[in-house]
T-cell receptor, first 112, second 111 residues
Framework: QQPVQSPQAVILREGEDAVINCSSSKALYSVHWYRQKHGEAPVFLMILLKGGEQKGHDKISASFNEKKQQSSLYLTASQLSYSGTYFCGTDPSNSGYSTLTFGKGTMLLVSP | NAGVTQTPKFRVLKTGQSMTLLCAQDMNHEYMYWYRQDPGMGLRLIHYSVGEGTTAKGEVPDGYNVSRLKKQNFLLGLESAAPSQTSVYFC??????????FGPGTRLTVL
C-alpha cells in the first residue's frame, strides 16, 4: 500500500525551514528519500533503517519513528536548489535489495 | 562512467503496437528495476531483477514483460500497447538495499 505524504505542496522563501512527512500502514524495515527536479530523474537523498539513527545530509535530515511507521524529512535554511518534488519510498523487508513503494510526492518550491 | 542509460528517450506508439525499452548500466550492479511515473501517482514498480537471468513482478506488472539476459542490461517489453501505458518509464539499478541510481527516463505516448 502506498505511503501517504504530507503536505502535497510547500512554498518557502529562501532560508525558511520545511518538514515533509511520510506515513505507512505497514511495518517497515526501511524508508528512502528521493528528490526529483522537473524533467529529471529522481536522486537519492538518504535511507533510514529500522533501529537506525536519524540521518543528516548537509542541511537536510530525516527521522524514522518505528512505533508509528512514520518518517519525516527536515529541510533547514532552505536554498533555491532544494526546489523539486520529494518522494519517500518504503520497504517492509530486509532482503538485501529494495523493492520500494513510493508516495505520491511533495512538491517544494523555494523562492528568493 | 555513463551510469544508467535508457533507450529511446521518447516514443509514440499506436494502440496494439509493440516495443522494447532498453536499460543499460555500467556500474556492475546486481539489482535492476523498472518504474513508471504518472502525474500525481509517484513512481510505481513494474518489474525488477536481482541478478542475471532472474526477474520478478512488482506492483503494476500487467501488460509488461522483462528480460535480463546480461547483467548490465534490463529490457522492458510492451507486447500490445494501450493508452493506459502512456507514462514516463524510469530504470534504476543498485548494488544493495541502499541507493538506487535512476536513468534519465523514457517518455512513451500511446495513441
Amino acid at each position: 500500500q502506498q505511503p501517504v505524504q504530507s503536505p502535497q505542496a510547500v512554498i518557502l522563501r529562501e532560508g525558511e525551514d520545511a518538514v515533509i512527512n511520510c506515513s505507512s500502514s505497514k511495518a517497515l524495515y526501511s524508508v528512502h528519500w528521493y528528490r526529483q527536479k522537473h524533467g529529471e530523474a529522481p536522486v537519492f537523498l538518504m535511507i533510514l533503517l529500522k533501529g537506525g539513527e536519524q540521518k543528516g545530509h548537509d542541511k537536510i535530515s530525516a527521522s524514522f519513528n518505528e512505533k508509528k511507521q512514520q518518517s519525516s524529512l527536515y529541510l533547514t535554511a532552505s536554498q533555491l536548489s532544494y526546489s523539486g518534488t520529494y518522494f519517500c519510498g518504503t520497504d517492509p523487508s530486509n532482503s538485501g535489495y529494495s523493492t520500494l513503494t513510493f508516495g505520491k510526492g511533495t512538491m517544494l518550491l523555494v523562492s528568493p | 562512467n555513463a551510469g544508467v542509460t535508457q533507450t529511446p528517450k521518447f516514443r509514440v506508439l499506436k494502440t496494439g503496437q509493440s516495443m522494447t525499452l532498453l536499460c543499460a548500466q555500467d556500474m556492475n550492479h546486481e539489482y535492476m528495476y523498472w518504474y513508471r511515473q504518472d502525474p500525481g501517482m509517484g513512481l510505481r514498480l513494474i518489474h525488477y531483477s536481482v541478478g542475471e537471468g532472474t526477474t520478478a513482478k512488482g506492483e503494476v506488472p500487467d501488460g509488461y514483460n522483462v528480460s535480463r539476459l546480461k547483467k548490465q542490461n534490463f529490457l522492458l517489453g510492451l507486447e500490445s500497447a494501450a493508452p493506459s501505458q502512456t507514462s514516463v518509464y524510469f530504470c534504476a539499478s543498485s548494488y544493495s538495499l541502499f541507493t538506487q541510481y535512476f536513468g534519465p527516463g523514457t517518455r512513451l505516448t500511446v495513441l
